[in-house]
Structures are given as C-alpha cells and as structure tokens.
C-alpha cells in the first residue's frame, strides 16, 4: 500500500523535491526537460551567459532580484524549476514525480546530463519568459505575464538572477 499523499498532496511532492541534494536536482531537471521535449537555448547559451547581467539589466526584472549576497547554487535552480514546472499542470506534476523516482534509484543508470543548468531553467521557464536577442545581438527576458515575487514563477526567476548574479 503506497502513502496517497505522493499522488495527491502537493506539498509532498515539494518536500521530495526539496531532499534532492544537488546533482540529483539537475538531473531530474534535466530528465523532465528531456520527457516533454522542451526546446532549450543550447546553441545560443555560451554567447548569453557572458551576457546575461546585459539581458537581466535591459529586462525591467527588478522585482525579482535576490537580496544582494543571496547565492544559489545549480542545485537551488534546478529545484526552484522542479517545483514551478510540477506547479504548471497534472502532466507536469506527474512527470517531475516520476523523474525523482528514476533518479532516486540506485540501481538505475543514466547519462550524465549535457545540457547545463541555466539552459534547462531556461527551457522550464519558455511558456512564461521569452529570450530574446535584437538585431544589435543585445539580449533580453521578455515575461509573458507579471509573476508575484513569491509564486513559483517568482522564485524561479530570482533564483535564475541570483545564481547567474551574485
């Protein structure tokens, strides 16, 4: 007989994602991104990470800065995604809970994860923050919808600043 919560309360499911020390965070990060075929920004994100200070800066996401000297690690995005993508729907809920029991199993192995973990943020993020990149070659975030600083959404994309920031 398996514990109901892990189907139905979603706040177990936050406390699973929460145990995940940081390696597994950023695979199961990565395997999520992977399930729902998510295009993510891999060719272009060398160029954007030496620029991302540019894009933050010409992006108005001043409500979503950390406090200064606030860091996070790889393994604060990649959870901080987890748990905003688990938010975004039942599919997604699903899929984030299986990919924590993949990765939770020791018996299992699978390739290490190549992408890194701003592109899969990134890619998490896509239905809601657009990268853009003008005809200069200047780039920017473009939010689809204002985010309350501490929704899902909201802690996603300061934990994006503060990692890439601080």
Not at 57 to 67: E, F, G, R, T
Not at 84 to 112: C, K, L, M
């Amino acid at each position: 007989m398996g514990d109901n919560r892990y189907v139905t309360d979603p706040d177990f499911l936050q406390t699973r994602i929460a145990a995940l020390d940081d390696e597994q965070a950023i695979q199961v990060l990565g395997l999520v991104v992977e399930d729902a075929q998510l295009p993510a920004p891999a060719d272009d994100w060398d160029n954007l990470e030496s620029h991302l200070g540019e894009a933050i800066a010409a992006s108005d996401l001043d409500l979503y800065q950390p406090v200064p000297g606030t860091s996070y690690s790889e393994g604060d995005l990649a959870r901080a995604a987890l748990i905003y993508h688990a938010e975004s729907s039942r599919d997604a809920e699903g899929t984030v809970r299986q990919a924590i029991d993949y990765a939770s199993n020791a018996g299992e192995r699978f390739d290490p994860v190549t992408l890194t973990v701003g592109v899969l943020a990134v890619a998490i993020m896509q239905t809601e923050v657009k990268l853009k990149r003008d005809a200069q070659g200047r780039w920017s975030f473009e939010l689809h919808k204002k985010a309350m600083r501490d929704s899902a959404l909201g802690h996603v994309i300061s934990t994006f600043i503060g990692h890439f920031m601080n």
